[in-house]
């Protein structure tokens, strides 16, 4: 299985801009819906990158994470607002979790404080949600957004999260957790039992791979000490049942080119096993440049073969 | 020496153990300490005497290299008692006689390889002596991504190594020690992993660990692994239970026990940045952190807006009490 990056996918009406794409998710027919930073939170794009849609102006805080379940509703994480949504692919609000703005206290475990991501089980629509900056904790509703269980404190352990980042599922039965500042997936049951770790680099954003089991993760760059030393993160993996390397892409180097990366920050991919990667490029990198610019933010890498 | 360190084994802190003649200071980082046949403990330090000695009980014998080193970072002493100092920013390893006589030095002091080249040396980190042949395996290191390996007279054997987070490959090897008489052990320090090497390098296994920063084996017959963990990155500054830690693994490389606090700081059963680390005899263990470059100079830790250069607690040492 090999990738090649499709270069000048995604084409936005001008002036539209993402500021940096946050996060990306494809819907039954493979539409693509980027969670931005700029003023258009929510914009559209069909599968060949055309402009379809935008909608939620003033709407968020910060865009972290969004997914879209088999139904085609949305679920979007405000990780700055200390909200969840889910709404319709309208942009129609069906409920929300979280108190905009009224975070939970830092590190105590109760929802939310700056939350990450989510992930929304096949058959039930249970929802699994990943707190986050300011939590070490994975909190599990049902699919009317009742609480029925949390798990996960601060550490380095088994259970245990330093920044859990992301979260998919690894079948039906059990959850993988982007475990990133201890550079580790972890794998635990819907009850959040601890099944097993892999060791990465970095972990940042996850998703379901075509076939059951199949993951696909990005890792992202590796701290300060060690800027531009190749091979650190900046690559998406593909990964089997077992947690053996299918294949993986990118170069292994920080930059705008196409077969490079910036800051993968969220991953999602198509029918046809297109994969989308969304990346904070300006909060990494961008905004740290003189003058600030806005950066490559959003990347699409089709199938050769 | 005791039985082997298991998981009921308990640790207490030595408070104010090391005495420090006035005029003497670590400037906040005591960066690596190694212990000799007789329990002398050598602190190579960012001060003004670079090695400073000092008796089991914390009494100071003597110091010297003062205006030899460029940056300390890491020290080791063989079985015969000779001194290994790397200097790290000097780009350089030296091999002293007891009395502090140079015997031979590798690298040139203040010339780097270039960057990234797996050359020698680009600010190198530790070493470790092979305990029958006296080879050495020196960790380099900041600029670096490669283990050399060298004969007891400084000729070299062969390198290893490459930037990257494969088996094999390193983001920052930091530090280096043998395990028993046929394995190198490597804080491979941001790929959040040791990973254990045959004597010529040929990867063995890797494992996970929080951001390990210093590595040691027990003396003799203590085949515990005594690793040193340093604080999580500054996005998950303030969250407990994130490494400034000591972790005590088996040989197989289990977690044994952990001993320090929830979280860093200056008490006395806290960690700040556990740099470098040793046993004696005893089993007692020692840290050598870098308490003001990684810690205490910054000013969310020190509370400061212009954190004064003093001296702060870079020196531990903790006692088996059972």
């Known amino acids: 299985m090999q990738y090649q990056p499709v270069k000048y996918w995604a084409k936005l009406p001008h002036p539209m801009l993402f500021a940096e794409a946050t996060s990306v998710a494809v819907d039954s027919e493979d539409n693509v819906y980027v969670f931005n930073r700029g003023k258009n939170p929510l914009i559209i794009f069909d599968k060949q990158g055309n402009f379809l849609d935008t909608w939620g102006v003033g709407e968020f805080t910060r865009p972290h994470g969004i997914k879209i379940d088999k139904d085609d509703n949305l679920y979007l994480v405000d990780d700055k607002a200390h909200f969840v949504q889910k709404r319709t692919k309208k942009g129609d609000l069906i409920f929300q979790l979280g108190d905009k703005n009224n975070p939970s206290d830092k590190q105590k475990g109760y929802p939310f404080n700056q939350p ?36 996960g404190e601060p550490g380095s352990l088994p259970g245990q ?23 580790r997936l972890q794998y635990f049951n819907l009850n959040g039992d601890f099944i097993s770790f892999k060791h990465m680099h970095r972990p940042i954003a996850i998703t379901e791979g075509l076939q059951e089991y199949q993951l696909i993760v990005a890792e992202a760059a590796p701290p300060p000490v060690q800027n531009g030393v190749r091979n650190l993160g900046l690559r998406v993996e593909i990964l089997n049942k077992e947690g053996d390397r299918i294949t993986r892409f990118g170069s292994g180097t920080l930059g705008e080119d196409f077969d490079q990366f910036i800051a993968p920050h969220g991953i999602a991919v198509d029918s046809d096993g297109s994969i989308y990667i969304a990346e904070v490029s300006y909060t990494s990198v961008g905004s740290h440049k003189l003058p600030p610019r806005e950066m490559v933010s959003l990347r699409k890498w089709e199938r050769v073969n | 020496m005791k039985n082997l360190v298991d998981s009921t084994t308990k640790f207490a802190p030595v408070d104010m153990w090391a005495k420090i003649p006035m005029g003497v200071t670590f400037r906040g980082d005591a960066t690596s300490i190694a212990v000799d046949s007789e329990d002398n403990v050598y602190v190579f330090n960012r001060g003004n005497y670079p090695i400073a000695v000092f008796d089991k009980d914390g009494d100071f014998i003597r110091g010297f290299g003062h205006g030899d080193f460029v940056r300390p ?14 200097d790290d920013d000097g780009h350089f390893i030296q091999k002293r006689n007891n009395d502090g006589e140079i015997l031979f030095t590798l690298g040139e002091k203040g ?12 600010r190198p980190t530790d070493i470790a002596i092979h305990p029958i042949s006296r080879d050495l395996f020196i960790s380099d290191g900041y600029g670096n991504s490669r283990i050399h390996k060298f004969d007891s007279d400084g000729r070299h ?10 088996p094999g490959e390193f983001s920052l090897p930091h530090n280096i020690t043998i395990l028993g008489n046929d394995k190198v052990a490597v804080c491979d320090r941001e790929n959040f992993r040791l990973q254990i090497f045959s004597l010529d390098g040929e990867y063995i296994k890797q ?4 951001h390990p920063m210093s590595i040691t084996e027990g003396k003799k017959e203590d085949d515990r692994i005594y690793v040193g963990e340093m604080l999580p990155p500054p996005v998950q500054q303030g969250v407990p239970n ?32 556990p740099h470098g680390i040793s046993t004696d005899s005893n089993g007692s263990i020692y840290v050598a952190e870098v308490a003001w470059t990684a810690y205490f100079s910054r000013p969310e830790n020190s509370g400061l807006d212009n954190p004064p250069l003093g ?3 870079s020196l531990r040492k903790w006692i088996r009490t059972s």
């Open chain 1, 116 to 151: 990450t991501d989510i992930a929304i089980h096949p058959k039930t629509g249970e929802l699994f949600i990943t707190d986050g900056y300011g939590n070490s904790r994975v909190h599990r509703y049902d699919s009317d957004g009742k609480l029925l269980l949390s798990w």
């Open chain 2, 242 to 273: 994130l490494g400034a830690k000591i972790s005590i693994l088996n040989p197989d490389g289990q977690l044994i026990k952990q001993i320090g606090d929830s979280l860093p700081g200056e008490g006395l059963n806290q960690f700040t940045s």
């Open chain 2, 111 to 122: 010339k780097p390889c270039k960057w990234q080249s797996g050359g020698m040396f680009n």
């Open chain 2, 311 to 313: 001296e702060v607690v």
């Open chain 2, 207 to 210: 494992i996970h660990i929080h």
């Open chain 2, 73 to 86: 970072h890491g020290i080791e002493i063989d079985l015969d008692d000779n001194i290994y100092l790397v």
């Open chain 1, 161 to 183: 999260f330093s920044l859990p980042h992301n979260i998919a599922f690894f079948g039906d039965d059990n959850v993988v957790v982007c475990d990133r500042e201890n550079f």
């Open chain 2, 157 to 166: 054997i062969l390198s290893w190594g490459s930037p990257g987070t494969e």
